[in-house]
């Protein structure tokens, strides 16, 4: 089978050790996404992060050859759970009528104390 690492040029990806998706045959593992924006900036509250987090996955699963459409699985991992209503507003608003399986946990905290939420997400082609 093979494997296609996507990265998205983050300063951080060689850095690590890591890349934002792995496509090995049909199955693809987004790694963790933060509301990051182009500029490189974590800005907004739960739910705006959550939003941005979700559309950097979109963009990876894009250059993977999948969309949303095809997420089996996702991880939401939060810095205050109390605003997981934010986060599963946004969480719904990109999944509505997919409904995968998710995870939402909190956590102590972020690499960066601006960012709020993570999301990692797996995905599918058939």
Request: net charge neutral; hydrophobic share 45%.
């Amino acid at each position: 089978m093979s494997r296609k690492n996507i990265s998205t040029g983050s300063k951080w990806e060689p850095i690590i050790g890591y890349s934002r998706a792995v496509r090995v045959g049909n199955q693809i593992s987004v790694s963790g996404t933060t509301g990051t924006d182009a500029s490189g900036k974590v800005t907004g509250d739960t739910y705006a992060q959550t939003q941005q987090a979700l559309a950097n996955i979109a963009a990876a699963l894009a250059l993977a050859g999948a969309s949303l459409e095809n997420v089996v699985r996702t991880r939401i991992f939060m810095t205050d759970i109390s605003q997981w209503e934010a986060a599963g507003k946004a969480h719904g608003e990109a999944f509505g009528s997919i409904r995968p399986a998710t995870t939402m946990v909190q956590v102590a905290k972020l690499i960066d104390p601006a960012m709020l939420v993570e999301i990692e997400a797996d995905a599918v082609l058939e």
